[in-house]
């Protein structure tokens, strides 16, 4: 079954303590992107992914590092959460224009 | 002004209704729009692009009008099963950052 699979699905960290938000695709596509979707504002990226070891900035980039070492994983790194990063995040792999997005991980900063 | 705007209703129908979102873009240099449908805490899935001569899907019916700067959905004879957050999706030519609007609430009752 083709899809996009991210974990942990849900996760109540503090602030300072690194963590790192898994993403896998099966689908070998070559764009990857994170997002995160807070109410009233929408999904946001965060970085994309054009292929293994092309990343770039999406429109809120800040207190978030990726890494694109294989195809099918992109990673999302938190190195010291803040309680503003409190947020949904979501992967995406993306054939055309068309983006598959994974089922979403919920994290809570306190 | 916010790239792309729309009204976050809700829209709140009876089965078997038709009704129509409307979303407003602001870059004229967008060249790519899709429709998404998220449900509650769930990801969102596309449901259709959004092509220049128009096109439909079914009971769903997308429109770009280009001159005003907005692109519309049309659902004819609501179902309940179409209770969901429609994504409005805008992507600027050469651009790998695609916008989303905030969403619009569609809440069909029997």
Redesign the interface.
Known sequence: EAQVTQNPRYLITVTGKKLTVTCSQNMNHEYMSWYRQDPGLGLRQIYYSMNVEVTDKGDVPEGYKVSRKEKRNFPLILESPSPNQTSLYFCASRREDEQYFGPGTRLTVT | RKEVEQDPGPFNVPEGATVAFNCTYSNSASQ?F?W?RQDC??????LM?VYSSGNEDGRFTAQLNRASQYISLLIRDSKLSDSATY?CVV?VGGS???T????TSLIVHP
């Open positions: 790519s899709f998404y805490r769930k990801e969102p899935k596309l692009s994504l992507k790998y950052i695609p989303f609007g905030r969403g």
